[in-house]
């Protein structure tokens, strides 16, 4: 019995001490717990510290001032270019640069009232604006070094007419960021300069005043030849718009067109001056076709053969 109960005694004794050691371990691990809860909360309120909330409620108004003061601006303008219909293009262009000054004044307001514009606001502002700037001018950096690299490469020239995507016309500048065209609907095209690399581009006369000029007429197979080529060689040389220091050439080949076989003169002489490419090419063809009737020239046409013996 006394064994007995001497066990009971030390066994009671060794919990005793184990419970006393969780509870030592517990109290010891509470602060770094609380600590680490805390971190998070702190981070927060930190953030929280940053918003000027009186600022927010502020900058709400300030936003829907500046929407009513646009919609206002829009209809202004609308019914100032209705009236007075001389000035609708100046009107618009300064238009637009209000629209920029308000959107940017409008997000400096309500950048400045909601936030503590301190260190850590204006490096998380400066940051980000720094990463969107980036990326905003990287396509301006790209044709940037593209119109140097024109500059110094020259695939074309101010004045050249030229052929790109489409469009064609004379090169009137060439700057850092763009080119730009005229074609001959008079429509100002402006070309990013990193595309102009990137893209194969075709320049007629490549800096020289004359440029070749290609005509083309169809006559029938049963005409005369000959004659036809001679005439259509003729209309090229005694144009007022032919430069003649460079030579004039007719072409002659047989092609199908609309399922039937034809005959294709290609004209091919050199005009006086780019300017002038529309005229000369109107004025030979109105001078040969007039002479492919006195000649009795026809156009194509389907012919019908007969097969055996003729009468």
């Known amino acids: 019995m006394r064994s007995r109960a001497a066990a009971t005694r030390w066994i009671e004794a060794g919990a005793r001490r184990g419970l006393a050691?969780?509870?030592?371990?517990?109290?010891?691990?509470?602060?770094?717990?609380?600590?680490?809860?805390?971190e998070p909360s702190g981070d927060i309120s930190q953030l929280a510290g940053l918003i000027r909330w009186s600022g927010v409620l502020v900058s709400v108004f300030v936003i829907a001032g500046a929407y009513v003061l646009l919609r206002f601006l829009d209809g202004g303008v609308a019914r100032l270019t209705?009236?007075?219909?001389?000035?609708?293009?100046?009107?618009?262009?300064?238009?637009?640069?209000?629209?920029?000054?308000?959107?940017?004044?409008?997000?400096?307001?309500?950048?400045?009232?909601?936030?503590?514009?301190?260190?850590?606001?204006?490096?998380?502002?400066?940051?980000?604006?720094?990463?969107?700037?980036?990326?905003?001018?990287?396509?301006?950096?790209?044709?940037?070094?593209?119109?140097?690299?024109?500059?110094?490469?020259?695939?074309?020239?101010?004045?050249?007419?030229?052929?790109?995507?489409?469009?064609?016309?004379?090169?009137?500048?060439?700057?850092?960021?763009?080119?730009?065209?005229?074609?001959?609907?008079?429509?100002?095209?402006?070309?990013?300069?990193?595309?102009?690399?990137?893209?194969?581009?075709?320049?007629?006369?490549?800096?020289?005043?004359?440029?070749?000029?290609?005509?083309?007429?169809?006559?029938?197979?049963?005409?005369?030849?000959?004659?036809?080529?001679?005439?259509?060689?003729?209309?090229?040389?005694?144009?007022?718009?032919?430069?003649l220091g460079k030579p004039a050439v007719v072409l002659v080949k047989q092609v199908m067109r609309q399922d039937f076989v034809c005959v294709y003169l290609r004209a091919k002489a050199y005009v006086l001056d780019t300017t002038y490419e529309k005229a000369f090419e109107t004025d030979v063809t109105k001078r040969v076709l007039s002479a492919f009737r006195e000649h009795k020239i026809l156009p194509p046409a389907v012919l019908h053969r007969r097969i055996g013996p003729a009468d």
């Open 82 to 243: 209705r009236r007075f219909v001389n000035r609708r293009l100046t009107l618009q262009q300064l238009h637009s640069v209000v629209r920029f000054v308000v959107f940017f004044a409008t997000g400096g307001v309500v950048v400045a009232l909601s936030l503590q514009l301190n260190q850590t606001v204006l490096a998380l502002v400066g940051g980000t604006l720094a990463v969107a700037v980036g990326f905003a001018l990287r396509d301006l950096v790209a044709s940037v070094l593209a119109g140097i690299t024109i500059m110094l490469d020259r695939p074309f020239q101010v004045g050249d007419r030229v052929q790109y995507a489409g469009e064609y016309g004379d090169i009137t500048a060439i700057g850092l960021r763009s080119v730009r065209m005229q074609t001959l609907d008079d429509n100002t095209v402006t070309i990013p300069n990193n595309k102009v690399l990137t893209d194969v581009t075709s320049s007629g006369n490549y800096g020289a005043l004359d440029m070749q000029v290609q005509i083309d007429f169809f006559i029938g197979v049963d005409q005369d030849i000959e004659l036809a080529q001679q005439i259509v060689y003729e209309g090229l040389l005694t144009s007022n718009y032919a430069y």
């Open 21 to 38: 050691g969780l509870v030592g371990l517990a109290a010891a691990g509470a602060p770094l717990a609380a600590r680490a809860e805390g």
